[in-house]
């Protein structure tokens, strides 16, 4: 079975070794304290700065989840309450747990800007030069949402003081490790606000990955694994590259070969389209017809999402999918139904 679901998603075939060899070496029975684990962080962070080009003062630090960036950011990085313009799933989402944390009582007082760059549930993306207005316009900190596009193409990283992701998307990893990277200025911020009561308290997250240590026992094989993938990827622009190529040439599919069938891209403006999620509408019984048809020909599309859960399908672009998978499911979809 090869698969173009949007999270979790395909790994990288050589992560099989990976695990095998952070098991071999022992390094994930390393206490997490230890010089050669502490070894094993500093790496993964250096590499991240270097191939995905983020900036030398932006810190890096790992968490277990987007999800729980979205907390981190809403208790230790907001002061009074945040702004979520959103146009999907996972930006209602995201907004939902936010004002958990910290209600939106008087939202002109609002300080942090929460933006998702890429929405997944609806292959949506917010684009550079939208971000660079929302920069422009805001004066408080902006967090953005790159879970699913991350590692896949290419950001100003200065348009935002907080960027977080989960690895099981364009980083072609198995769930449960994020990175959250931050600037200087979000620290300030978290050094202004103070909170320091939860494991997570992003003040004492930064305490301990400044020593490359953790609060708690980390994911290291996650972490291994993630440090291993970074090796073997190219720098960021050459994989922006094959991505923009690769979205580009899936939305013409879409257009041309695929006119007149009873699918259609749900995004109608090239504008904010995604780069790393294509997703297709049609009637609930076509969609419904063609993941089961694409299932018994070994290929997983994605489910729709949210409102789109039963008249869209969602095909994953990202790095770890290859050259012959794509090819495969093109023809699919090229010759069905037959
Ligand atoms: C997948 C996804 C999340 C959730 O990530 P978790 O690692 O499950 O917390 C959040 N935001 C977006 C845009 C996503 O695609």
Avoid at 109 to 136: H, K, M, P, W, Y
Avoid at 238 to 253: D, I, M, N, P
Wanted: charged share 20%.
């Amino acid at each position: 079975m090869i698969t173009f679901y949007p999270g979790p998603s395909k790994v990288y075939p050589q992560v099989a070794d990976y695990a095998a060899e952070a098991v071999r070496s022992g390094i994930v029975s390393l206490n997490h304290r230890s010089p050669g684990f502490m070894e094993v962080v500093k790496e993964a962070i250096h590499l991240l700065h270097e191939k995905l080009a983020i900036p030398a003062d932006y810190h890096i630090a790992f968490v277990s989840s987007a999800t729980e960036c979205w907390e981190i950011v809403a208790q230790s990085l907001t002061g009074e309450t945040s702004l979520h313009p959103y146009g999907g799933a996972f930006g209602k989402k995201w907004a939902e747990y936010a004002y958990r944390i910290k209600p939106p009582f008087n939202l002109s007082q609002a300080d942090t800007l929460c933006i998702v760059q890429n929405e997944t549930s609806n292959g949506t993306q917010v684009n550079r030069e939208a971000l660079a207005q929302f920069r422009q316009d805001f004066s408080g900190l902006v967090a953005v949402d790159a879970v699913s596009s991350m590692a896949g193409v290419e950001f100003d990283w200065t348009l935002a003081d907080v960027w977080f992701a989960s690895v099981q998307k364009c980083f072609g990893l198995p769930a449960g490790l994020a990175m959250l990277v931050y600037s200087p200025d979000a620290l300030k911020r978290a050094e202004a606000i103070g909170e320091n009561e939860h494991y997570n308290s992003l003040l004492f997250i930064h305490e301990n990955f400044s020593k490359y240590q953790t609060p708690y026992t980390p994911n290291g094989l996650g972490i291994y694994c993630l440090m291993r993938v970074l090796q073997q990827i190219p720098p960021i622009a050459r994989v922006a590259e094959v991505t923009r190529k690769r979205a580009a040439a899936w939305y013409a599919f879409f257009e041309q070969t695929m006119a007149g069938s009873p699918f259609n891209l749900l995004i109608s403006d090239p504008a904010v389209r995604s780069d790393t999620v294509i997703a297709v509408e049609g009637s609930e019984a076509d969609v419904k017809a063609m993941k089961t048809a694409a299932q018994q020909a070994g290929i997983l599309l994605g489910n729709g999402y949210g409102d789109w859960k039963n008249t869209t399908f969602r095909i994953a672009n990202f790095p770890a999918i290859t050259d012959e998978e794509i090819e495969q499911l093109t023809h699919f979809l090229r010759t069905y139904p037959t």
